[in-house]
């Protein structure tokens, strides 16, 4: 499968306790995106990496979000103390250079805080 | 207001219908375009680039409108596996793609 793989697809946790994503980019793709989507709304952008750089966050990831690319490959997403707003849909996506093309997603990472 | 904004719907049209959707964005620096497809519960898959001169594919045709910063999709011939949410999307700056919220469709028999 050459495509975007994220895990897992679903995690439940309490609230404050931590939780980490991952994402897996197409190879070849340099450039690599966190997105977050809730009922009813289009994804939103939450931080990009092109390689191992994270280059640009949003104001809507707070001190409790921290997101790593370490070797420029796969990426982690990990929200400290979560909290019920945070339940989400977690989308990564990658990219080769720039946004022209478009993006791929993989399929998400659904996340409820109880 | 939103940076990309979409009649959120839905759309209620029968099989073979043809339906257009719109959507409007604040940015007029934007570069690229795109119609994203989305179902429930599911990522959102790209379905088709918009381009200054409009461009088709199959029953799906896309027009831009860069001096009212203006895109729409028209599916002619709907089918019942058109029903979805279809996502209009533009570039933020070369950074970043910026989605409206989402236009739901529901073709019936």
């Known amino acids: 499968d050459t495509g975007v793989s994220q895990n897992p697809r679903h995690k439940i946790t309490k609230r404050g306790q931590n939780v980490t994503f991952r994402c897996d980019p197409i190879s070849e793709h340099n450039r690599l995106y966190w997105y977050r989507q809730t009922l009813g709304q289009g994804p939103e952008f939450l931080t990009y990496?092109?390689?191992?750089?994270?280059?640009?966050k949003s104001r809507l990831l707070s001190d409790r979000f921290s997101a790593e690319r370490p070797k420029g490959s796969f990426s982690t997403l990990e929200i400290q103390r979560t909290e019920q707003g945070d339940s989400a849909m977690y989308l990564c996506a990658s990219s080769l250079s720039g946004t022209g093309n478009g993006y791929t997603f993989g399929s998400g990472t659904r996340l409820t805080v109880v | 207001r939103k940076e990309v904004e979409q009649d959120p719907g839905p759309f209620n049209v029968p099989e073979g219908a043809t339906v257009a959707f719109n959507c409007t964005y604040s940015n007029s620096a934007s570069q690229s375009f795109f119609w994203y497809r989305q179902d429930c519960r599911k990522e959102p898959k790209l379905l088709m680039s918009?381009?200054?001169s409009g461009n088709e594919d199959g029953r799906f045709t896309a027009q831009l409108n860069r001096a009212s910063q203006y895109i729409s999709l028209l599916i002619r011939d709907s089918k019942l596996s058109d029903s979805a949410t279809y996502l209009c999307?533009?570039?933020?700056?070369?950074?970043?793609?910026?989605f409206g919220a989402g236009t739901r469709l529901a073709v019936h028999p």
């Open positions: 999307v533009v570039s933020g700056g070369y950074n970043k793609l910026i």
């Open positions: 990496f092109q390689n191992e750089a994270q280059l640009e």
């Open positions: 918009v381009y200054s």
